[in-house]
Nanobody, 117 residues
Framework: QVQLVESGGGLVQPGGSLRLSCAASGFTFRWFVMSWYRQVPGKEREEVARITSSGGSTNYADTVKGRFTISRDNDKNTVYLQMNSLKPEDTAVYYC??????????WGQGTQVTVSS
């Protein structure tokens, strides 16, 4: 059974940092691309970062480029999202995502990130 469990969210002041983690199980983690998404109430879920199976290539949404860093530890079956220089507009629920066999999509339960003074 595929499971994705996010952690690390919280309340942070503008300009601060947070590190999100997503612990994965139920599939061969090292074989698959992993992504982080975020969603604000009333808006569509937005992909913010993606990392290849080896970790050798990453992609970012323009809104977070230069501030967020996605990484992974294939020995720990965990993907991370380091978020620096946080802005109020980064406030959202952040989700971990995996797509298996190009059609089976899984999400974690999400972790709330709130950027506010």
């Amino acid at each position: 059974q595929v499971q994705l469990v996010e952690s690390g969210g919280g309340l942070v002041q503008p300009g601060g940092s947070l590190r999100l983690s997503c612990a994965a199980s139920g599939f061969t983690f090292r074989w698959f691309v992993m992504s982080w998404y975020r969603q604000v109430p009333g808006k569509e879920r937005e992909e913010v970062a993606r990392i290849t199976s080896s970790g050798g290539s990453t992609n970012y949404a323009d809104t977070v480029k230069g501030r967020f860093t996605i990484s992974r530890d294939n020995d720990k079956n965990t993907v991370y999202l380091q978020m620096n220089s946080l802005k109020p507009e980064d406030t959202a629920v952040y989700y971990c995502n995996i797509v298996l066999a190009s059609k089976y999509e899984y999400w974690g339960q999400g972790t709330q990130v709130t950027v506010s003074s």
